[in-house]
């Protein structure tokens, strides 16, 4: 499944300036792959990208390599649990829903192999975790920050210190998201014309 968004731009070229499309704004957010970044946009320019709703992930080996790709389930799982036995160890993965999140609970049952771990949308990196003391958690929710990023190169991540989130929204269950970029005299505002659900 995924959820696709159209962008469209109705004021000035976004010249000094783009818009990334994030998972999340933690501290570690320069580490995270956008799903997009739109700089350079002109006047009526639009733009189409689709957000995967698939998740995996990898366990990181304390030489920097990683491990094979597995899947986790769907988001609407209330409870799951998965053991993973190779060479290296024995890894046992939960993976609940609480208060909105998806919570995925990794714990190295036998051997020490791995440093952490990655979780991935589709393609895209969309958290890390360390192990601390052979256990690492991650919480992830379904939404997506749209954050201006004012680098002089908008291909570089947004930092933390030097981004402006614009806009949130949670994509469970929408086929699309229409979003405009809308430019008044006072300011520059993005907002949702029109959602579709699947």
Not at 35 to 63: A, E, M, T
Not at 94 to 117: C, D, I, L, P, W
Request: glycine letters at 6%; one cysteine or more; proline letters at 2%.
């Amino acid at each position: 499944m995924f959820t696709d968004i159209y962008f469209t731009n109705l004021g000035p070229t976004l010249s000094d300036t783009g818009i990334c499309f994030l998972q999340n704004t933690s501290k570690a957010i320069s580490s995270e792959t956008p799903f997009k970044v739109i700089s350079c946009c002109q006047y009526g320019w639009n733009h189409k990208f689709s957000i995967p709703w698939d998740l995996h992930f990898r366990l990181i080996k304390s030489s920097g390599n990683s491990s094979e790709s597995y899947s986790l389930w769907p988001i609407s799982v209330q409870k799951k649990k998965k053991t993973l036995i190779s060479k290296e160890g024995i890894v046992t993965v939960m993976q609940e829903y609480q208060n909105g999140k998806q919570v995925f609970h990794f714990e190295q049952t036998r051997g020490n192999a791995y440093s952490g771990v990655q979780l991935y949308r589709g393609s895209l990196l969309v958290a890390t975790q360390s192990f601390i003391q052979n256990h690492a958690q991650i919480d992830l929710d379904s939404t997506i920050f749209l954050v201006e990023n004012r680098h002089s190169d908008a291909q570089k991540y947004a930092q933390e210190n030097n981004a402006n989130s614009v806009l949130s929204f949670d994509f469970t269950g929408l086929k699309a998201v229409h979003l405009f970029l809308v430019h008044t005299k006072e300011k520059r505002e993005l907002t949702i014309r029109k959602t579709e659900h699947w």
